[in-house]
């Protein structure tokens, strides 16, 4: 860390930090494309992503006075002049609003935004891609990013109605894979599917009434995953539209989290592909 420069801060409301305070009420609103990295795993998935010039780099870093030894390796591997503020314990809780046991904190920024059907255009001849659709819990999200990133999926595409995944929690939940994972976010769910249909994915949507077994499905060069919101699922519109498959289950329960069943799916789906092994 030759030439790191710390930043001791002693008032919770110094404007320096500003953008960490009281952080649980500001993810949940107008963020212009910034978002807060928490974690020694997101902060170092955030320093790979800032260094390899994809499309996030980081702003400034707050940290708890003890965790500066403990992430050294990280630090290094961000620009020098990016900020890297300290505090005590206690102006750390009084920052962020809430005890802040892992004591680390980066800001973030996403610096382009891609529409679906341009992330559909610049896909490979094989693919993998999760679709997500209503999906609205910042968990669940979080969990879809992971296995995507776990089974080697090419990118994520969400709709309209779904979360962002650059909510503190669902970037955390995911383990910074959302850092790594080409994603877009917008547009209905229809749209999205019909861009990936006119790109010659074969699309299966994933339900509990599904009429295909998921071991059965055959493998194509492109292949597309469909889940939905727990509870009501996917719409009727998609699932007369498009292939349908299920997950053999026990019949004393009626389905699956849609994280573990994205993840169940997906692994089937990349090893029919050849993609795991």
């Known amino acids: 860390m030759s030439g790191r420069t710390f930043i001791t801060i002693e008032d ?4 320096r930090i500003a953008e960490f305070s ?10 212009s494309g910034r978002f807060i990295a928490e974690g020694t795993v997101v902060l170092r998935m955030l320093a790979a992503a800032h260094r390899a010039a994809r499309d996030f ?8 006075k003890n965790r500066v030894d403990g992430v050294g390796d990280i630090l290094a591997a961000f620009p020098e002049d990016i900020p890297v503020y300290i505090a005590d314990a206690a102006v750390i809780d009084a920052i962020a609003g809430f005890h802040l ?12 935004v891609a529409e679906p059907a341009d992330l559909v255009g610049r896909l490979p001849e ?21 296995n995507a990133a776990a089974f080697s999926a090419d990118a994520v595409l969400l709709d309209e109605t779904s979360c962002d995944p650059l909510y503190r929690k669902a970037l955390r939940v995911s383990v910074g894979s959302v850092l790594a994972t080409p994603y877009a976010r917008g547009g209905s769910a229809e749209a999205m599917l019909s861009s990936l249909a006119d790109a010659g994915f074969s699309i299966w949507a994933l339900s509990p ?8 499905i055959p493998a194509a060069d492109r292949m597309a995953l469909v ?14 539209r498009f292939a349908t498959a299920r997950i053999a289950q026990s019949p004393q329960l009626d389905s699956l989290n849609v994280g ?10 990349a090893r029919a592909m050849g993609r795991i092994s």
């Open 227 to 240: 889940v939905g919101t727990e509870g009501e699922g996917l719409p009727s519109e998609i699932l007369t």
């Open 101 to 112: 046991h892992r004591g680390v904190l980066a800001l973030g920024q996403r610096l382009s």
């Open 12 to 15: 919770p409301k110094d404007p």
């Open 260 to 269: 573990t069943a994205a993840g169940i799916a997906l692994y089937s789906m």
């Open 22 to 31: 009281q952080i649980r009420e500001r993810d949940l609103t107008g963020r």
């Open 126 to 146: 094989t693919s993998l891609v999760l679709v997500g659709c209503g999906i609205s819990n910042h968990d669940n999200v979080g969990s879809l990013f992971r």
């Open 57 to 64: 780099r980081a702003e400034k870093i707050l940290l708890l």
């Open 209 to 216: 009434a599904g009429r295909t077994e998921l071991s059965s």
